[in-house]
């Protein structure tokens, strides 16, 4: 078997001369840098997770797994910090690190795994780094490290000195990760004004208020709504913000610990080797400061209800103020925000939000075997902009972006399967008659990740119009007469609500139903909505082209699009006073 050098990222300090390559995945190609890797020997590591089987079986135990974590950290935090805490506490402030971080491990150490096993390795190289420059502060920051080479570089490289199976080369690197993922708390003057303002109008409010308000943070209500159900619970409205994390400095002898507990694979045991090494600052070193910030914030101290559709994620202020307040009986109410949910067959987001709440508000549809689910109906609220689309000229194709490494699991593409996607959209176009061809645009995401969407477009359709995800949304849809949509998130449940002419298609390997939701897709389908092939979707649009509005405002297709938005996307002219029902039942039953 031929010997190859294992290359496990796209840092090219890392790379050989003249040895054939093994890479440990398609995140390691960066399409811009073609011309530093495509005349090279290489072999790509397969994906394990192009088994999807195997991803959803893997999300299972990785679910079961995060339970015990979670268990034996909060004892252990509580230990360190000489605190009391509760199981579910410590879940609403260090549960979605937690879940992203171990799933995250799992992949990377399956990785190696496989790529030690299958193939005959000569050497790789590592880069040697301060481990301190490689932990975050919170999860505002974390993002920035798990997308990044080279903190996934730092996995892979920890993983291969564990295993101890393959010749490690290191070397260094001057000033490769000094500060570069730390955030700038800088802000623009404009910026500061604007915070300056509302500060200045929550401390007069706060005159008027009472410890036992309700408290609403990011909800993703629209402002003047937000204000009248503030009204609604007899209460002065106050405009909540992000607040930043402390920065803490990385303390070793506070991280001299292994997480004991039951340990069932050496993976398990490497993780919980891994956890004290890697969690964030603001749970171990800045776990003072943060819960001295939270105590020392004008909200109130004893508040009825808490509810937020966003903050409940990276916003570690207010998790660690929350997460007080429920152990003290307030309840805590999580709204959706965004789409997937309730439809896609597995999401740890979803799964983790449901969990931390009291009640879950959902945008319509619910689930027997939780009841705190409660459907509530379109938070955000798109409606019809007016525009007779038939009248437009212009199709809209929105694509999707998702890292180069994988993150959260959920059922959607998974690292190098992208590549798969994005030649589904190719393919799409291809089979489009180029009377429609010349009316796209394609709205690309203001992220990249790296993955060069520009230029993938460019090479292969010179001519197609690209927009790089800064020209609102509304003002794109006014143009267009018909709306593509292609994977499973907030997009089409946005179009459908709108009541823009939408064709809809994935495939359906990648971006799996759970069941509830499969007979609300048969009827997209039936009605030519929804397709799992590009070229399916290709040909509808060219057979209802010059009738589009006769397609799409017809009975059958408005029935079905109506009874799926009841179940997923439901706009509702009494959302405030849903909303109002569903918080002051809340209330009530504590």
């Given at each position: 078997m031929k010997s190859l050098f294992l290359v496990t990222t796209a840092l090219e300090e890392t790379w050989p001369e003249n040895s054939p390559i093994l890479f440990l995945g398609e995140w390691c190609k960066i399409y811009s840098r073609k011309n530093k890797w495509q005349n090279l020997e290489t072999e790509v590591l397969p994906n394990h997770w192009d088994d999807r089987n195997k991803l959803y079986h893997d999300y299972l135990y990785l679910k079961e797994f995060h339970e015990r974590l979670l268990s034996d950290l909060a004892v252990k935090l509580n230990e360190i910090h000489g605190v009391n805490h509760s199981k579910r506490y410590w879940r609403i402030l260090i549960g979605p690190w937690l879940g992203y971080f171990s799933q995250m491990l799992f992949d990377r150490w399956v990785t190696i795994h496989q790529a030690l096993d299958r193939y005959?390795?000569?050497e790789t190289i590592i880069i040697k780094q301060p481990e301190e420059d490689m932990i975050p502060n919170g999860m505002v920051e974390f993002p920035h490290f798990f997308l990044?080479?080279?903190?996934n570089h730092y996995l892979y490289a920890t993983i291969l000195e564990k295993t101890n199976r393959l010749k490690l080369r290191y070397i260094t690197v001057s000033d490769r990760f000094t500060e570069k993922f730390r955030i700038s708390t800088k802000n623009s003057q404009k910026r500061n004004k604007k915070q300056f303002l509302l500060s200045i109008y929550n401390k007069i409010a706060g005159f008027c208020s009472?410890?036992?308000?309700?408290f609403f943070i990011s909800s993703y209500l629209p402002l003047r709504k937000e204000i009248q159900l503030n009204f609604r619970f007899r209460q002065?409205?106050?405009?909540?913000?992000l607040v930043p994390v402390e920065s803490s400095e990385t303390d070793v002898h506070k991280r001299d610990w292994y997480l004991s507990g039951e340990s069932k694979s050496e993976f398990e045991s490497f993780v919980r080797s891994m956890i004290p090494r890697q969690i964030p600052k603001s749970y171990l070193e800045g776990y003072a400061k943060l819960v001295d910030k939270a105590n020392s914030l004008p909200w109130p101290s004893s508040p009825k209800i808490i509810w937020t559709s966003n903050a409940h994620n990276a916003d570690d202020v207010f998790k660690a103020w929350a997460a007080d307040k429920t152990e003290k009986g307030c309840p805590l109410v999580i709204g959706q925000h965004g789409g997937h949910y309730g439809s896609g067959k597995w999401t740890f987001v979803e799964d983790h939000e449901v969990e931390?709440?009291?009640?879950?508000?959902?945008?319509?549809?619910n689930d027997p075997k939780?009841?705190?689910v409660y459907p509530?109906?379109?938070?955000?609220?798109?409606?019809p902009l007016g525009i007779d689309h038939s009248a437009?000229?212009?199709?809209?194709?929105v694509s999707a972006i998702l890292p180069r490494y994988s993150y959260h699991m959920y059922s959607s593409v998974v690292a190098g399967q992208w590549l798969s996607y994005q030649q589904d959209l190719f393919h799409f176009v291809s089979e489009l008659p180029k009377f429609i061809q010349d009316t796209l645009i394609i709205r690309l995401h203001s992220e990249d990740y790296k993955w060069n969407q520009r230029l993938r477009w460019q090479e292969k359709f010179p001519n197609i119009e690209l927009d790089e995800g800064f020209v609102s949304m509304d003002h794109l849809i006014s143009q267009s007469r018909l709306y593509i949509s292609t994977y499973n998130a907030t997009t089409f449940l946005e179009s459908f609500t709108m009541n823009i002419p939408t064709i809809v298609f994935w495939n359906p390997e990648h971006w799996e139903l759970r069941e509830s939701a499969v007979p609300y897709f048969e009827e997209l389908k039936r009605v030519g909505i929804f397709h799992d092939t590009p070229k399916s979707a290709a040909l509808h649009a060219e057979k209802i082209w010059d009738h589009l509005d006769v397609w799409w405002n017809s009975e059958i297709v408005q029935l079905v699009r109506e009874r799926f938005c009841r179940r997923y996307s439901h706009l509702t002219e009494d959302i405030l006073d849903r909303l109002e029902i569903a918080l002051k039942e809340v209330v009530a039953s504590v």
């Amino acid at each position: 078997m031929k010997s190859l050098f294992l290359v496990t990222t796209a840092l090219e300090e890392t790379w050989p001369e003249n040895s054939p390559i093994l890479f440990l995945g398609e995140w390691c190609k960066i399409y811009s840098r073609k011309n530093k890797w495509q005349n090279l020997e290489t072999e790509v590591l397969p994906n394990h997770w192009d088994d999807r089987n195997k991803l959803y079986h893997d999300y299972l135990y990785l679910k079961e797994f995060h339970e015990r974590l979670l268990s034996d950290l909060a004892v252990k935090l509580n230990e360190i910090h000489g605190v009391n805490h509760s199981k579910r506490y410590w879940r609403i402030l260090i549960g979605p690190w937690l879940g992203y971080f171990s799933q995250m491990l799992f992949d990377r150490w399956v990785t190696i795994h496989q790529a030690l096993d299958r193939y005959n390795l000569s050497e790789t190289i590592i880069i040697k780094q301060p481990e301190e420059d490689m932990i975050p502060n919170g999860m505002v920051e974390f993002p920035h490290f798990f997308l990044s080479d080279e903190w996934n570089h730092y996995l892979y490289a920890t993983i291969l000195e564990k295993t101890n199976r393959l010749k490690l080369r290191y070397i260094t690197v001057s000033d490769r990760f000094t500060e570069k993922f730390r955030i700038s708390t800088k802000n623009s003057q404009k910026r500061n004004k604007k915070q300056f303002l509302l500060s200045i109008y929550n401390k007069i409010a706060g005159f008027c208020s009472f410890q036992t308000d309700a408290f609403f943070i990011s909800s993703y209500l629209p402002l003047r709504k937000e204000i009248q159900l503030n009204f609604r619970f007899r209460q002065i409205p106050q405009i909540r913000r992000l607040v930043p994390v402390e920065s803490s400095e990385t303390d070793v002898h506070k991280r001299d610990w292994y997480l004991s507990g039951e340990s069932k694979s050496e993976f398990e045991s490497f993780v919980r080797s891994m956890i004290p090494r890697q969690i964030p600052k603001s749970y171990l070193e800045g776990y003072a400061k943060l819960v001295d910030k939270a105590n020392s914030l004008p909200w109130p101290s004893s508040p009825k209800i808490i509810w937020t559709s966003n903050a409940h994620n990276a916003d570690d202020v207010f998790k660690a103020w929350a997460a007080d307040k429920t152990e003290k009986g307030c309840p805590l109410v999580i709204g959706q925000h965004g789409g997937h949910y309730g439809s896609g067959k597995w999401t740890f987001v979803e799964d983790h939000e449901v969990e931390i709440s009291d009640r879950y508000l959902s945008w319509g549809w619910n689930d027997p075997k939780r009841s705190k689910v409660y459907p509530l109906g379109q938070i955000k609220g798109k409606r019809p902009l007016g525009i007779d689309h038939s009248a437009q000229k212009r199709t809209l194709l929105v694509s999707a972006i998702l890292p180069r490494y994988s993150y959260h699991m959920y059922s959607s593409v998974v690292a190098g399967q992208w590549l798969s996607y994005q030649q589904d959209l190719f393919h799409f176009v291809s089979e489009l008659p180029k009377f429609i061809q010349d009316t796209l645009i394609i709205r690309l995401h203001s992220e990249d990740y790296k993955w060069n969407q520009r230029l993938r477009w460019q090479e292969k359709f010179p001519n197609i119009e690209l927009d790089e995800g800064f020209v609102s949304m509304d003002h794109l849809i006014s143009q267009s007469r018909l709306y593509i949509s292609t994977y499973n998130a907030t997009t089409f449940l946005e179009s459908f609500t709108m009541n823009i002419p939408t064709i809809v298609f994935w495939n359906p390997e990648h971006w799996e139903l759970r069941e509830s939701a499969v007979p609300y897709f048969e009827e997209l389908k039936r009605v030519g909505i929804f397709h799992d092939t590009p070229k399916s979707a290709a040909l509808h649009a060219e057979k209802i082209w010059d009738h589009l509005d006769v397609w799409w405002n017809s009975e059958i297709v408005q029935l079905v699009r109506e009874r799926f938005c009841r179940r997923y996307s439901h706009l509702t002219e009494d959302i405030l006073d849903r909303l109002e029902i569903a918080l002051k039942e809340v209330v009530a039953s504590v």
